[in-house]
T-cell receptor
């Protein structure tokens, strides 16, 4: 079975600084997808960024980028120029190609310090 | 475009009572998911529908949980009878149905079982 591990329960960063959230996963499959979802306090979960495993190029979305290391089964999220609105729980998720089911990690709570 | 709607937003019941949650997915989305998110954990898939058929219900406690998606649109998740350990946020999500399209989440229903 696939597992997703987020080893940082909590992280904090000064506003305008850069922070990296870690995620590792375990799979024996070669075709899969990885996601970072953001869940603000009392608000719904939204997609931050996604990465297809067959793509070597790391995905970027404005201030958000990933470092995808397929051999190491690592998928970290970098947030540049952190803003107060980035404060949230961040979940890493794995999805197997051909099966839309997602497996989530336990989350990292990110606090932005003004 | 309207997002995923869920109701109620909050529910408090006593153990052994029954409760039902409703979800209206994004218009045209073929796939609908129900997740259970216990405090401090990532969401766990309970059941996945493709149109009005069940794709995956392997983690649904079928002795007390049931779900249906009539006409392939709205869905209802029911718990009968509820246990203390069912206290959680129940998230509904939908996706267009093609392979690994992004899942869009609703605001969730927070259930407290006393």
């Amino acid at each position: 079975a696939q597992t997703v591990t987020q080893s940082q329960p909590e992280m904090s960063v000064q506003e305008a600084e850069t922070v990296t959230l870690s995620c590792t996963y375990d799979t024996s499959e070669s075709d899969y997808y990885l996601f970072w979802y953001k869940q603000p306090p009392s608000r719904q979960m939204i997609l931050v960024i996604r990465q297809e495993a067959y793509k070597q190029q790391n995905a970027t979305e404005n201030r958000f980028s990933v470092n995808f290391q397929k051999a190491a089964k690592s998928f970290s999220l970098k947030i540049s120029d952190s803003q107060l609105g980035d404060a949230a729980m961040y979940f890493c998720a794995y999805g197997l190609f051909g099966n839309e089911k997602l497996t989530f990690g336990t989350g990292t709570r990110l606090t932005i310090i003004p | 475009e309207a997002g995923v709607a869920q109701s109620p937003r909050y529910k408090i019941i006593e153990k052994r009572q029954s409760v039902a949650f409703w979800c209206n997915p994004i218009s045209g989305h073929a796939t609908l998911y129900w997740y259970q998110q216990i405090l401090g954990q990532g969401p766990k898939l309970l059941i996945q529908f493709q149109n009005n058929g069940v794709v995956d219900d392997s983690q649904l406690p079928k002795d007390r949980f049931s779900a249906e998606r009539l006409k392939g649109v709205d869905s209802t998740l029911k718990i009968q009878p509820a246990k203390l350990e069912d206290s959680a946020v129940y998230l509904c999500a939908s996706s267009p149905g093609r392979l690994q399209e992004t899942q869009y989440f609703g605001p969730g229903t927070r259930l407290l079982v006393l």
